[in-house]
């Protein structure tokens, strides 16, 4: 059993930022591949980045690219993502994923992620 806590979700203004994290309870995290995804209200989970086990692989969604940046601490057990100039659109909750499958790639479908975090609460005003 893996268990994820995020953390560091908030109300932000237009143009602001905020970090989150994500800490996972498992020793082998460092083999995981690991993700962050977001849901809106009335709308599905989508994939917003995911990072491989070693970190030097990233991948992120269109709509982040240039504004998001997904890091990891294997020695924290820890995965963050790093969101500036943050948009309305951007608000969410959003949760952090686990791929226990040793996958080589970064996966971006919900389906393929094995564990996931209770989410937290991103609001961007206007």
């Known amino acids: 059993q893996v268990q994820l806590v995020e953390s560091g979700g908030g109300l932000v203004q237009a143009g602001g930022s905020l970090r989150l994290s994500c800490t996972a309870s498992?020793?082998?995290?460092?083999?995981?591949?690991m993700g962050w995804f977001r849901q809106a209200p009335g709308k599905e989970r989508e994939f917003v980045s995911g990072?491989?086990?070693?970190?030097?692989?990233?991948q992120y969604a269109d709509s982040v690219k240039g504004r998001f940046t997904i890091s990891r601490g294997n020695a924290k057990n820890t995965v963050y993502l790093q969101m500036n100039s943050l948009n309305p659109e951007d608000t969410a909750v959003y949760y952090c994923?686990?791929?226990?499958?040793?996958?080589?790639?970064?996966?971006?479908?919900?389906?393929?992620?094995?564990?996931w975090g209770q989410g937290t609460q991103v609001t961007v005003s206007s």
């Open positions: 994923a686990a791929d226990l499958s040793y996958s080589t790639v970064v996966r971006t479908t919900p389906i393929s992620y094995n564990y």
């Open positions: 498992a020793r082998a995290f460092s083999t995981y591949v």
């Open positions: 990072i491989s086990w070693s970190g030097g692989t990233t």
